[in-house]
């Protein structure tokens, strides 16, 4: 919006793309006070007291204004994307990993011979279960998340 003061002190407040057209006001209504007619979209006739160069110039602000607020919400969305694909990924591999850790408990073998080891974990379970975990660790230590460092930093 730009804001534009008629020859009789009211304040117009105008949307750059409503403005049809704006018009150098000549000497003599310059000597009442007009500097320029700016003519809205819908007809209707403003006498500003402010130069076409000034209202032009103030167009021009807003324009860069917009363009530059635009920028920064492309920037957020391409932001957002990249989290929300961050977080898909994680997510699947932590569905991986606890499925494995489902079908590493499943898979094991009560075994009370031996002591301090109530099973046995079938080789093929056990390494799914680590290989599933390590790309989970290995994607969050990657992406920036170490907990073993921030628990180390906070400890």
Not at 82 to 94: I, M
């Amino acid at each position: 919006m730009i804001r534009l003061i008629d020859i009789n002190g009211l304040t117009h407040y105008l949307a750059p793309q409503s403005i049809a057209s704006i018009i150098e006001a000549g000497t003599s209504s310059q000597w009442h006070g007009i500097r320029a007619y700016v003519r809205t979209t819908n007809g209707k006739t403003i006498e500003a007291r402010e130069t076409a160069d000034q209202i032009a110039t103030m167009i021009a602000a807003g324009a860069e204004k917009l363009i530059a607020l635009q920028a920064e919400i492309d920037a957020h969305e391409m932001a957002n994307s990249n989290l929300f694909a961050l977080v898909n990924e994680l997510r699947a591999l932590l569905q991986d990993a606890k499925s494995a850790m489902s079908e590493l408990h499943v898979a094991a073998i009560p075994d009370e011979s031996t002591e301090g080891v109530p099973a046995i974990i079938p080789p093929e379970a056990f390494r799914k279960f680590v290989d599933t975990h390590a790309r989970l660790c290995f994607l969050m230590h990657q992406r920036g998340h170490n907990p073993a460092q921030e628990g180390q930093r906070n400890g």
